[in-house]
Nanobody, 113 residues
Framework: QLQLVDSGGGLVQPGGSLRLSCTAS????????VGWFRRAPGNERERLGC????????YYANSVKGRFTISRDNAKNTVYLQMNTLKPEDTAVYYC??????WGQGTQVTVSS
């Protein structure tokens, strides 16, 4: 059974950066397509992007394209979400997902001065 742990969230000022981690146990994460999502209070869950298990290709939502980057470190069984130029509207709980079936527990990101 694949288990995912999200980490790396915190409080950051507007314009700052954070790197979130999605670390797997139980199975190799590079066998799975991994996506990042977020949910802000009062909003529906938003899909941010994903990285393919086949060739490592990535997809990003327009709201984060050019600011967020998804990458893998197979040796650490981890997928990262690098977030740059953060805005207050990026405040949310961020979750990773594998093959639309497995979820991390989420990590809070707050962008505020």
């Amino acid at each position: 059974q694949l288990q995912l742990v999200d980490s790396g969230g915190g409080l950051v000022q507007p314009g700052g950066s954070l790197r979130l981690s999605c670390t797997a146990s139980g199975r190799r994460l590079d066998d799975y397509d991994v996506g990042w999502f977020r949910r802000a209070p009062g909003n529906e869950r938003e899909r941010l992007g994903c990285i393919s298990s086949d060739d490592g290709s990535t997809y990003y939502a327009n709201s984060v394209k050019g600011r967020f980057t998804i990458s893998r470190d197979n040796a650490k069984n981890t997928v990262y979400l690098q977030m740059n130029t953060l805005k207050p509207e990026d405040t949310a709980v961020y979750y990773c997902n594998a093959n639309s079936a497995y979820w991390g527990q989420g990590t809070q990101v707050t962008v505020s001065s």
